[in-house]
Every structure is written in C-alpha cells, then in structure tokens.
C-alpha cells in the first residue's frame, strides 16, 4: 500500500522535479516526510507569497515547471497575490496546497468533495485560485493523485503557460491505495507541438518581407530561453525589429529606451503572443493604416480588440519554427535591405535619461542614476557575464532597468525582472531562486526600500540555503511611485501616507546572518559594492543600503 503523500512525491520526481518551494503547516505534514524520502530539496521560506515567487523565478530560468507547497487555508491564501503575478508573467507554475479534510472523500455523492462542516482550516481553496490560474482543482480520492498531478503540469505548459493550482486534503494525503498502478506517466515535459499548416505563416511572411517598416511585437514569454533564442534567430534573417513587451509600462518601459516612437511609423506589425492590452492602446496605438497579423496560443485573444488581417492560434514554439522554416524556403523571395531595423535599433539603445544633468549628492541623498551606474560599471569590471540581475517594480527598480538596458537587451533570458501586472516585492525570493538555478553566477537584485519591504525576512532564507545574493536598495524613505503620482495630479505639497522610515536595511541583513553596507555619499559607493562583490563571492548575503534622492524615474517617449 502506498498513501497520497507518497503518490504526489513520485508523481514529482517522475515528472523530473528536483526542488519544491515551501512553507510548512499542519495539513501537509506527510507530504514533508514523503518529499524528503524520494530525495527532492525543498527550500523553506518565511512567506507563502515568497515561495510561489521562487516557483515563478525557477520556472523563468529553467523552462521547467516550478512547483510550490503550502499549507491549507490562510497558508493557500497567502500564496495568492504572488499566484496573480506568476500568472500575468505566463510563468508555469503548479501551486500544492494543503486543504481541510473533505466529507465522504472518494464517494460519488453530493457532499463528495465538500470540506467537513467545521473542520481546521477549511475554505474554498478552488474559488479563490481559480481566476488567479489556468486550471483549479481539489483532490478527493488519493487513487486519483497521479493523474490530477499529471493534469496540472499539463495545464501549467499548455496554451499560454501559467500557473496551476492543486489543493491536497489532508485525510486524502494520509489514506492509503495499492501500489499497483498508482502511478505518474514518466515524462510530463511537453513533446514538440505538432506542426500545422504552413500557408498562413507563409503568408505572415509574405506580409513582413513586402512591408517598408515590418515590427514585431512578443509577450512576456519571448524573453524565455529557448523561444527567444528562436524568434531573435528568425528576426535577424529577415531584419524585422523584435520588441519583448514583457512591462506594465509597456514600449514606454525605460529598458526600451525611445522605442515607442517606432510604433506610430510601423506599416505592418505582427503581435507574436502579445495580448491586445492597454500597453498598445488595445491596437488603436497602432496607426489607422497599419496592418495587424497575430499569433497567439489562445483563440480568444486573436482580434480581441481589434481585427487582424492573419490571425492563427497556435503555439509559440511551434509557431516561431514555421515562420523561421517559411522564411528560408528555397522559393522564397530575398529579404530586401533596409534602414528601418537599423532605426529602431538606434531608438531602442537612446537612452532616457542624461547623465549630463545634475546627478551629484545633496543632503537628500544619493542621486538613483549615480548609484546604479556604479553598481554597472562594478558589475562589467568584477565579469558581467556571469551575472543574473534581478530588479524589482517601483521607482528604484525603474532607474536600475533605464541605466543596464543595453544589457537587458542583449541578455534578456538571463535576467529577471517586472512583469504586466505591476507587481512589487519580489526581488528577494526571485533572486534566491536565481542563485539556486545558477549557482556560478553572481546574483544582483534591486530594488527600493517600499517594495524590499515586502520579503525582506526572505534574507534569512537566502543565507540559511546557502544563496549568497547581492541586495542593492536604494532607500528615500518613501513610497516613491505613490509619491510622485500624487504630487503630480494633486500639487507639489501633497503626498499622502506615503512616508517610510530611512532604515538601516544593512543591519537587518546582519541581523539575518549576511552582511550590511551604508552608503550616503556618492565616493562611498564603489568600496561599498566591491566589498559586497567580495562578501558574496566569498558565500555570504550582502546588502547595500544607499540613501537616495526620492527622484521620479525615467520613461520612454510615449508613441
């Protein structure tokens, strides 16, 4: 005989998982035990949001499905707001989570699948994650584990990827199946989509090689490993422009230098998963004349707002190998030569902010340009190749996308960074996934004192896991974002509750068993990081603490 917990943990170990993301409670107590028995690391957290966020940043990096355990109830709910994020980034994800025993469990009734009236914990875990996932479900027989597990990874991969939730009550985790045939298929991993009919990626090729000013538009997905690697490949045979719209602020995102300018001159755009969202003015941002293609794995999407010329669902991976295949057949016509890659380019590397305007020290502070700019050049002198930069949402985290563009540019699958919900807070667990991923690697995460704020506790984790991160904050005592919007819409003198506490962050981190850094003057700036380089090359946390000017961040020209 074999128990539910015991099921789930070979059911992961056959679907090739080798770390699980956890913050532990009462309801998955056999679940524990079983994981620790088929040999799979779990990394423990101090916050069920911080462990969906690893889940998110390992499934990021590696292409893999990340998976996540919690715990029943307030532990599934407080999982939920990093579950949204995971889900606007199109991260794959399968969240495991505890759940209060449930009524005549296994039988074909009505109260089959009901928590027990009163029972510890017990919620509506499926209504509450359902519309934050692609797929919800609850078990409620323990022979079925396996194939509502195989069902999850699925659902996390396929389409547009995303997270996925699975709730485990916990008398289904300790009852007991027999072992024969209780079991996980062996692969759960995606099999190369099937290839489907090349005519109308021949004709979305045909449209991009006779436009004048061809431009492609991705989603968030595009700026994975292999796909990327992929459409960057097809892009540079055909000389049509790739834009990743992977950032709330859309092509206004400062790591996008002035490419929102290209828009309005495009002629022919084609939005490779790419959602008609408010980042492209739910297409009217494109001009009256411009033709519209789309590809996208979900058929809703495909003219949501507005109607395209070519639409095909389909996925991406299969996708991109099409066009790449239509784009070098024998019989097809030469790409013709163009200055408009070339234009684009030369708006995408200007950068949005001079440096040549005042950036020296006052007595508010470091200036945010200055602070990143050495963190750059520290970075590209100590070996930039082997870095993962991490940046967070916020106005901190803005500045630090608008001073490294070029090598969030050039590098995109390395990095990770702020996705189109807007999200905060995630530096933290993000880079202690990264370094966790990438263990050579020299891991960098940014962010301001609002949004480290959220996790910051997550600095024990880093260092009692043994992922020595380095944690820039820049720290103006403010909810800068709020801040400057208010004084904006309202007046010079108005911002309200938005007022933090100039912190020492870098005696916290000490605190938490890593090392801390002050810096308030601009000249201390370059020991301060060459130190925090040494201490985490050397396995220990490291956070720079900088004192910053409260600066409204940079952002492209508006198309």
């Known amino acids: 005989m074999v128990n539910g917990a015991q099921l789930i943990a070979r059911g992961l170990v056959s679907a090739g998982v080798r770390r699980v993301f956890s913050l532990s409670g009462n309801q998955v107590l056999s679940l524990y035990e079983a994981l620790d028995r088929e040999g799979i690391a779990i990394t423990h957290t101090r916050h069920e949001g911080a462990a969906v966020h690893m889940a998110d940043a390992w499934a990021r990096l590696t292409g893999e499905v990340g998976v996540c355990l919690v715990t029943a109830g307030p532990g599934h709910a407080n999982a939920l707001g990093a579950l949204a994020m995971a889900e606007s980034g199109e991260s794959p994800l399968v969240l495991l989570s505890g759940h209060a025993p449930r009524e005549h469990v296994g039988a074909a009734t009505a109260l089959s699948g009901q928590a027990k009236a009163g029972s510890f914990q017990a919620m509506d875990q499926v209504a509450l994650a ?19 597990l195989q069902s999850a990874f699925a659902r996390a991969r396929c389409g ?119 980042r492209i003015g739910y297409g009217a941002a494109l001009a009256g004349g411009c033709g519209l293609l789309q590809i996208d794995p979900v058929k809703e999407e495909i003219g949501r707002y507005r109607a395209p010329e070519i639409g095909i669902v389909a996925d991406l991976k299969a996708a ?84 490294l ?66 944690m820039v904050v820049g720290n103006d005592g403010a909810w800068g974002t709020e801040r400057h919007l208010q004084r904006a819409r309202y007046g010079p003198d108005r911002a309200v509750a938005t007022d933090l506490l100039p912190a020492r962050y870098d005696l916290l981190a000490q605190a938490l068993g890593g090392e801390g850094e002050l810096v308030t003057e601009g000249e201390s700036l370059r020991p301060a990081f060459e130190r925090a380089y040494a201490a985490v090359a050397a396995g220990r946390v490291c956070l720079v603490n900088a004192r910053i000017r409260s600066v409204a961040s940079p952002a492209g020209a508006p198309p």
């Open 320 to 403: 991109v190998a099409q066009l790449i295949e239509a784009a070098h057949a024998p019989d097809a016509a030469p790409w013709p030569g163009s200055d408009w890659a070339a234009e684009v380019r030369e708006l995408v590397e200007t950068p949005v902010f001079s440096a040549s305007v005042e950036v020296g020290d006052t007595s508010d502070g470091i200036h945010p340009w200055r602070v990143l700019d050495m963190l750059a050049q520290v970075i590209d002198e100590r070996g930039g190749r082997e870095v993962c930069l991490v940046f967070d949402g916020g106005e901190f985290g803005q500045w630090a996308r608008a001073r």
């Open 405 to 470: 563009a070029a090598r969030l540019q050039r590098e995109a699958p390395r990095h990770l960074v702020n996705e189109p919900s807007g999200a905060i807070g995630y530096a933290v667990p993000f880079a202690i996934a990264a370094k966790l991923v990438r263990p050579a690697a020299t891991v960098v995460a940014v962010a301001g004192d609002g949004a480290f704020g959220f996790y910051a506790m997550e600095l024990e984790t880093a260092a009692r896991a043994g992922a020595p991160i380095l």
């Open 130 to 148: 359902r519309p934050l996932s692609r797929w919800a479900e609850v078990a409620t027989d323990a022979a079925q584990l396996p194939s509502l």
């Open 160 to 278: 547009r990827a995303g997270p996925v939730s699975l709730s485990l009550p916990v008398n289904v985790l300790e009852s007991t199946v027999p072992n024969e045939g209780a079991h996980m298929a062996a692969s759960t991993g995606p099999s190369d989509p099937p290839l489907q009919d090349a005519r109308p990626f021949r004709e979305i090729v045909a449209k991009l090689r006779a436009a004048a000013r061809p431009l492609i538009l991705a989603g968030p997905s595009a700026a994975r490993s292999s796909l990327h690697a992929a459409l960057v490949a097809f892009c540079t045979h055909t000389h049509v422009p790739l834009l990743v719209v992977d950032h709330p602020r859309g092509l206004t995102d400062p790591a996008l230098g002035r490419a929102a300018q290209a828009l309005p001159w495009a002629d022919t755009v084609l939005l490779f998963g790419k959602t008609q969202d408010y």
